[in-house]
């Protein structure tokens, strides 16, 4: 399934791309994301994710597949695993950034493919859970952008002399192979809780069987 969504952001479109491209920087700002590894352009991770009492917890790895600084344009392909073995998904994700007055704005499409208990839910409930992240997202990064556009030099000033001077980023861009990265527990993204009524309306029928079932069990 194709999914299209839109937003933007009050910042230049040079530091909004910085920004947006610094994975492991916006990763705490993924819903239910957590980023455990980084080998080059390659990072691996998991997504959790709720459905009533039954959560999925996918592991995989994200890759830039295409990465245009001049164009701004990044193509990332990610691919995962139901830690259960119940479902896989993976996704090519494209976003386009283009000038916006004095902000930015980004177009993310994302080819997705799902496959177990999440993908009964079906195109409809998925965009609107979809955008409803990307709420949470784009919230989560505005506040990074003012934390960015707060500490940016003036203009003709020594930009990124103090990031050449820290010695922990100095480390990180000499170290070579993989990197453990020290992320907190990501809380599951619940459906229920996120996609509202339309979860509700699909999953009715279920919740029915389960009520009669129940029924039948008291009365034996």
Not at 23 to 44: N, R, S
Not at 45 to 73: C, L, M, N, W
Not at 118 to 124: L, M, T
Not at 207 to 214: A, E, F, K, N
Request: aromatic share 4%.
């Amino acid at each position: 399934m194709e999914l299209i969504n839109e937003f933007r952001v009050d910042a230049p479109i040079e530091i909004a791309w910085a920004t947006l491209t610094d994975i492991e920087g916006i990763a705490p700002c993924m819903p239910g994301a957590q980023l455990t590894e980084i080998d080059g352009d390659e990072f691996k991770g998991s997504v959790k994710v709720k459905v009533g009492p039954i959560t999925a917890q996918y592991k995989g790895t994200a890759t830039f597949a295409e990465k245009d600084d001049a164009g701004h344009r990044a193509v990332i392909d990610a691919s995962g695993r139901d830690t259960r073995g119940a479902g896989n998904a993976s996704a090519t994700i494209t976003a386009q950034l283009t000038p916006d007055g004095t902000g930015t704005k980004a177009v993310i499409t994302t080819d997705l493919k799902v496959t177990g208990k999440v993908a009964q839910f079906g195109r409809g409930v998925m965009a609107d859970v979809s955008e409803k992240l990307l709420g949470q997202f784009v919230e989560c990064l505005e506040s990074k952008l003012d934390a960015v556009g707060s500490t940016a030099p003036a203009v003709g000033g020594e930009a990124d002399s103090d990031s050449s001077s820290d010695p922990e980023t100095a480390a990180t861009s000499d170290s070579a192979g993989p990197r453990r990265v020290d992320m907190p527990d990501a809380k599951p993204v619940d459906l229920f809780d996120t996609a509202g009524a339309p979860v509700l309306k699909r999953a009715a029928p279920f919740l029915l069987v389960l009520m009669v079932l129940y029924l039948l069990r008291r009365r034996r």
